[in-house]
Structure formats: C-alpha cells, structure tokens
C-alpha cells in the first residue's frame, strides 16, 4: 500500500481526499497523524500548480513519505475568470463567503453565469521530479443567491452548479460530487499515472 501525506489541515478536504481513494490501495495520512503543525504558506504564485508545489515542499522535511497538496480555485468567465487563484483571499477580502457571494452576484448581475472549478494536484517525495495533475468542473452560477448560506459549506460549492445538475456541490451527496468534482479529477488523473507506471 501507497501512504501519502495530505498537505492541509483542513478536515472538509481530507474527507474528502479519503472518500475519493478509500478504493485504490493508498493510505492517506494527515499533518495532524503526524503531529506536524501549519505552516502559514503564503499562497502568492500566479499558478494553481505553484502554489500547490509551495505548499507541499514547506512540509517536506518534516516526513519522508510522499507528500501531497493542491491549490483550486472558482474561475467566473464573466468576471475575466476571476477568483480564480485568489479565491480563498477574495473570501477573506470580503470577510467570509457569505459576503464574496454577494459580491460575485452584483458583479455578474445580467452577465453570464458560466463558471468552472479548476484544481492542480502536486505529489512530492516520490519521483526525482513532482508530478502534477489538473481537474476542472465545468458549470455556472446559481441564479438566486439564497437570503443566508449555512458557513458549514466548503468554500463556493453553495453557489456552483455543475453542468448537467440541477443542484449545487453544496445540495449534492458527497457521492455524487465526489464522482464529479475538479479535485475528483484531479486525484482520478494521478490514480491512472500511479497504476500506468506503478501498478497500484
């Protein structure tokens, strides 16, 4: 079995992680397992897979194992793409989601709604060089932004519809979202190149 080290403290993704490769042989292990704690990385890069890359080597001499870590971001065509790599920062701008989503929807307000997930996965500590590998989830933004959003919701989901769906990640089973979601395909992506080359 293949152990790999998820570079978050961020227990919604590590569930998430998990649930996606809880049927390939891979053992994910948390910095909490291994009593390593967060590093403020700054996320600066102008690149999903940089930031990704940052992010994992700050952890790397703390474990020998492969280390894994990714950086994703809600890309709105009609705002030029934007969040986009600064989606967690333009949350944090407007002091929380709640108050970006009230953003975004005065800035798309007769504009097209079409947006996308992208997701960039980086595995260190494993080959000479890293490997990356990349998921977009394609969609659009919910037409009527409801008058209060549960915060218990991971980041945009309350607000992205996948095509093809009626519901938003936040409104669809963890099943469903995790057959579909750009982290999903991203981590599908490195689940073929492991076995191609590895045979997991």
């Known amino acids: 079995m293949l152990t790999i080290v998820l570079a978050t403290h961020n227990n919604h993704k590590l569930e998430e992680v998990k649930n996606i490769l809880k049927n390939y042989p891979i053992q994910i292990l948390s910095l909490s397992d291994l009593k390593i704690e967060e590093i403020d990385v700054k996320e600066n890069k102008k690149i999903y897979k940089e930031n990704a890359l940052k992010k994992a080597k700050a952890y790397a001499k703390y474990t020998n194992y492969p280390i894994m870590s990714d950086d994703s971001g ?24 709640n108050n970006a989503f009230k953003s975004i929807f005065k800035k798309i307000e007769n504009k ?3 947006a996308q997930f992208c997701c960039s996965i980086v595995l260190i500590n494993f080959n000479k060089e890293p490997l990356y590998f990349e998921g977009i989830c ?11 959003i549960d915060e218990k919701y991971f980041g945009y989901d309350p607000i ?15 099943k469903t979202k995790n057959k579909i979601s750009h982290r999903a395909r991203a981590l599908k992506n490195m689940i073929s190149y492991l076995d191609k080359h590895y045979h997991l």
């Open 160 to 174: 992205f519809v996948p095509f093809g769906y009626k519901n938003s990640f936040a409104k669809l089973s963890s």
């Open 74 to 97: 809600l890309e709105i065509e009609s705002m030029n793409f934007a969040p986009g790599i600064k989606s967690s920062r333009y949350a944090k701008l407007h002091h929380g989601y």
């Open 112 to 114: 097209s709604r079409n």
């Open 138 to 148: 394609k969609g659009k933004i919910i037409d009527t932004l409801p008058n209060t």
